[in-house]
């Protein structure tokens, strides 16, 4: 009756979005003080209050509204590929930039536009397991290769052995969902090196496409390496979800690095399947706003004290933990090597964890902390509990 | 190096798209107050104040901004679900109801759902030419029935002929962009017959997927029929970007009829379908909006009155047009038979229209007249000479 495509996929839909349900139903069986959710990357502070302000204000400029070019108002566009221009050192032109629905309609407008059937698209591990869709729905094949355990950082060598000659892309994450890694400039440095001699061989670009909803929200004075100067062949994915903290509002943009070959052939093809994928074009009001604002961050001071809270919580109840320098999550070791089942268990304790097995890393689990302090200090007791069952 | 399918699309762009450039290109020449731009149909009344000021007020709302369930804010979708019930009669629930980014996002998630490899889907030309990708996307194959001459109504005879075993689904929009026609009860009671008929024989549902934008857009005390009350197996695909004139913030909702067999199926294979393509959600912010504005129209008198004067100036300048009881476009006869040649000719007297041709309709040419008064007024002699020029 259906698309037996679609329908076969429904059951193994996404792991985040179940464990979030079920948060929610616990809530209401124990009451929401009573729960501690550690399942959705849903940024809790508000937007900065400048940017409701703006709201306001474009909210009232005639003809804001209307239809705009596919590929988003010009002048909006002309911003961030200057604002881009400084970041990176390379000559972005307002032709490069797009203006997207949000991160996962510039992956999908990316791929759509990228892949031949049968193409190979290396992912790293743990990845955001959306990946698989943006990849698969146009024929695509993802080829996952495992990070470094523990630091999560590349293996550049590992990675070299995953390329073949069908390789059109690799997804690079950084600071990274669900690690929180942030990956060092030496690292990116050698596996440019290694791109370079496979596209000589292969005689094709293998395409850096850098999803980077997370660049701003980094600690410590760590600075995340500027992935359109190191890779000639990136396209740089980004969105306002998690800076400005509009996840609900779909709204980011790509940038294709202007020394691709053909590079306005590559733009002509993702503003076409923002079209025909039916975007359409990117919400034209917050297009406005967002511009105004690339350089701010909502909540990274109180994510920071989050993250040193729950790591104290999580290390002191006997868990083993990489401290990240980057994003919202924490990805600790699993105490048993099933961490579905961990999940479970910790389901008994009204934790709502998420199994590293959906972001192809087996023995781990996410948590989002994106949450109050209360929760966070609140959690301990149960942490420690689950960490006694096993 | 890019998707040979994407690349290979390119030139066959959008030739409404095309001509709005044309128009661009034309304007930055001789001046915007002399060329005549009837290409886009893009509202040109801001939306009503009510709309801004919720905009304003929700705006601040905390919370708002954020991730919110993949269908929708659950308040909003039985807020709409309860205004079709009373519309229709159909019992609309909130889980029937998934909210999108726009009427084509809609379509997508829609064929997305419901198409396996081949299945056919019927479209009454002219029609959208967007419906091409929306079908193809997902595997689908678009048959094309011609409308009535003249009167642009259902061939229902026609549609019969149509239907194979392959037979998916067929698209209705009414009122029709480009014709402008309100298709009768009485044709739509027939299209009825003939798809129980047609289902029974086959075994399986032929679903009428409803794209509705224009159903407030209508004049002269027409009443649109209610599809959900005609059809059993209907989809319903509606947008706010005509009725609140908000095309380029991409807001709309799918109605899914809660008779169909497995209703429940489908709406989660359209949420899955909207996250998996890359939408995730529909804006949050303007969910909020229309939801307390399902009712309002914008701009309907200035289009009343605009038809009837750019209605005045075809027919006094010597060309044959139905008057349309609906949607914001006239579609008259090519006074030659190639409509493309036509539209060129036009350009060169600053008249800027779209050929037929693009909407499976040779022999035709669509106008929008969301433009101004005194652009209709002034396009007169324009008119005139490229009539006397053939």
Known sequence: MFSERIVGSLAGGSAIRAMFEQGNMLKKKYGAENVYDFALGNPDPEPPQSVIED???????????????????????????????????????????????GAAAGLSITMDSILNPGDEVIVIAPFFGE??????????KIVPVLSIPGTFQLDVAAIEKAITEKTKAIILNSPNNPSG????????????????????????????????PYVKIVYDGVKVPAISAIFKNSIVVNSFSKSLALPGER???????????????????????????????????????????????????AYKER???LYEVLTETGYECEKPQGAFYLFPKSPIADDVEFCKKAIEHRLVLVSGTGFGYPGYFR????????TIKN??????????SF
């Open 251 to 301: 709204i980011g943009y790509v940038a294709v690095n202007p020394n691709i070959e053909k590079a306005d052939v590559l733009a002509d093809a993702m503003i076409f399947c923002n079209r025909t994928l039916g975007f359409v074009n990117a919400p034209g009001l917050f297009q406005k706003v967002v511009a105004e604002h690339l350089d701010d961050v909502a909540g990274l001071e």
């Open 181 to 212: 890694a942030v990956y060092t400039e030496e690292s990116l440095k050698e596996l440019n090196a290694v791109l370079e001699k496979a596209q000589a061989k292969n005689g094709k670009p293998i395409f850096v496409v850098s999803d980077e």
């Open 367 to 374: 948590m989002a902390y994106c949450v109050s302090m209360e």
């Open 131 to 140: 990946y698989r869709g943006y990849v698969s729905n146009f024929g695509g």
């Open 379 to 388: 959690s301990r007791e149960s942490f420690r509990a689950l960490r006694k």
């Open 55 to 101: 709201l306001k204000k474009f909210a009232d400029e005639p003809g804001i509204h209307k239809y705009m070019p596919n590929a988003g108002y010009p002048e909006v566009r002309a911003k961030i590929a200057a604002y881009l221009e400084k970041e990176t050192g390379v000559a972005f032109g307002a032709n490069n930039i797009i203006m997207v629905t």
């Open 307 to 309: 993250r040193d809270a």
